[in-house]
């Protein structure tokens, strides 16, 4: 098993700035991508960013040149630096680990995990 951690949401005025960390943890080998989502009320979840274990990006249309997504393999740590910030931002932010790895008695297991999700509104 993996557990996703996510922080950092919270209220923000238009053109503000905020980073979320999602930490990965448990018996984790390795985990193929990282990434993060968002779902606005009413609407189906999107990809905002993901990030892969080369540190390949790919980003949302929506949020190019105004997000960025890092990660810090050695601590199983992704971020998404958002700035610029838009009401059409305001969303709960999900963290992803696609095909992660892990070890437990004795067998290897691979598979895609969620956060429980962060909450950011953009609004004055």
């Known amino acids: 098993q993996v557990q996703l951690v996510e922080s950092g949401g919270g209220l923000v005025q238009p053109g503000g700035s905020l980073r979320l960390p999602c930490a990965a943890s448990?018996?984790?080998?390795?985990?193929?991508?990282m990434g993060w989502y968002r779902q606005a009320p009413g609407k189906q979840r999107e990809l905002v960013a993901t990030?892969?274990?080369?540190?390949?990006?790919n980003y949302a249309d929506s949020v190019k040149g105004r997000f960025t997504i890092s990660r810090d393999h050695a601590k199983n740590t992704v971020y998404l630096q958002m700035d610029s910030l838009k009401p059409e931002d305001t969303a709960v932010y999900y963290c992803h680990a696609d095909r992660a790895r892990t070890y437990s008695s004795s067998t290897y297991r691979i598979n895609n995990y969620w956060g429980q999700g962060t909450q950011v509104t953009v609004s004055s």
């Open positions: 448990g018996r984790i080998v390795s985990i193929n991508a």
């Open positions: 990030i892969t274990s080369d540190d390949s990006t």
